[in-house]
Structure formats: C-alpha cells, structure tokens
C-alpha cells in the first residue's frame, strides 16, 4: 500500500481539462512544499513533470499545473491530447526519517 | 546531455543479494548540487523509493528496506550502486537509477532493468 492516495483512473476528451489528486498527511504533503509528479507510459521510464508543488522543468508543456491545499496535492493538465494518456505518480517529501514516498499511480485514458 | 544506464544481473535466486551499478555519463557524479537515487516498481504496481546516496558517500533509505539495502559510490568511475540482501519474490521489480534534487526532483532516469527474484 503506497503512502500516497491517488485514484486508480481519471478519464477525459480530447481538449477537456482534468485533476488528478495526491493525498496524504501533514508529516508529508502537508508539511512540505516538496511534491513532484511524474508521467509514465508504458514500458518506459518516469518523466519528471512538475516539482516543487507547482513548478515546471524546462520542456515541459505549460498545460500541465500542480497545486496544493492542506494534505492534498493536485496535477491539471489542461487541452487533453491523445498523447497524455499516460500512468501519473506524485511523489512527496516525508521528513528526516522516512525522506521519499510515492504514490500509487493513476491511469489517465484519453477518450 | 546526462544519461544513467543501469546493469547487473536480470536473474536472482531467493535469499541472495542483488547488485545492480549504475553508470552515470555526460556529466560528473561528483556534482555537488545533485544526490543519486534507486527507485524500484514492481510489475504492475507503482514505484517505491529504495534509497539517495550523495557523492561524498552520505546515504539515505527507505525506513522499510534499510535493513537490506547498501548504496554505494564510486567517484571515480563516476557510477553508484546498489546491493538488496535476503531477496524474495516480492522484490522483483524493475528497478531504476536517477539523478536527484533533494528531496523529491528526480530527473533524468535510466531506463529501468528488470530483476526477477526466482530460483
């Protein structure tokens, strides 16, 4: 069981927006602004897509956003194109002990 | 560009270690603004920290696995690794190598090698 709360699957069309949810406590997301999110297709590695809560590495479209309130960190991607559908994973700071963990991934389906 | 490459063997038998280096190019290990890490998924499951080890040695683990794991660094061959002891089916993972910013920006990754844990 990951230490991080995402919905098994989010779905949208093409051009529509969505919002992919990462909960967990105030010992991690709730506690530091340190949560990253990362895409992954299948077969391939990770790709860094936001950092830092809401920050962009540089390449990255700009449809993609990251937030957060209290315990819950949000991704957005808004435009949905085909090439989105991808599995996202957020991953947060934990402190001086347990330092890293991930969540358990969501599968984004583009319709 | 910096790429990270992992190797080592694909196959493990139960309660061996696994050893699996990864080999960092197009840039130096030994930067101080960055720390190296280990990331492992399980085949159809999400991904799991292992552990971050710093250039001058100083490491980092996952609370649950630490009792197994050792990352190490070798600055001179610029490559760093990892050793997962008392193995057993449940580690068997594709494990992945990145380059870290403390504490949670890890970019690029290797590619990613399977380890199966099977006698």
């Known amino acids: 069981q990951s230490a991080l709360t995402q919905p098994a699957s989010v779905s949208g069309s093409p051009g529509q927006s969505i919002t992919i949810s990462c909960t967990g406590t105030?010992?991690?997301?709730?506690?530091?602004?340190?949560v990253s999110w990362y895409q992954q297709h299948p077969g391939k590695a990770p790709k860094l897509m936001i950092y830092d809560v809401s920050k962009r590495p540089s390449g990255v479209s700009n449809r993609f956003s990251g937030s957060k309130s209290g315990n819950t960190a949000s991704l957005t991607i808004s435009g949905l194109q085909a090439e989105d559908e991808a599995e996202y994973c957020c991953c947060s700071y934990a402190g001086s002990s347990t330092y890293v963990v991930f969540g358990g991934g969501t599968k984004l389906t583009v319709l | 560009q910096l790429q990270l490459q992992e190797s080592g063997p694909g196959l493990v038998k139960p309660s061996e270690t696994l050893s699996l280096t990864c080999t960092v190019s197009?840039?130096?290990?030994?930067?101080?603004?960055?720390?190296w890490g280990w990331i492992r998924q399980p085949p159809g499951k999400g991904l799991e920290w292992i552990g971050s080890i710093y250039y001058s040695g100083s490491t980092y683990y996952n609370p649950s696995l630490k009792s197994r794991v050792t990352i190490s660094v070798d600055t001179s061959k610029n490559q760093f690794s990892l050793r997962l002891g008392s193995v057993t089916a449940a580690d068997t993972a594709v494990f992945y190598c990145?380059?870290?910013?403390?504490?949670?920006?890890?970019?690029?990754w290797g590619q990613g090698t399977l380890v199966t844990v099977s006698s």
């Open positions: 197009g840039g130096s290990i030994s930067s101080s603004s960055y720390y």
């Open positions: 990145a380059r870290l910013t403390w504490p949670t920006w890890f970019d690029p």
């Open positions: 105030s010992s991690d997301v709730g506690g530091y602004n340190y």
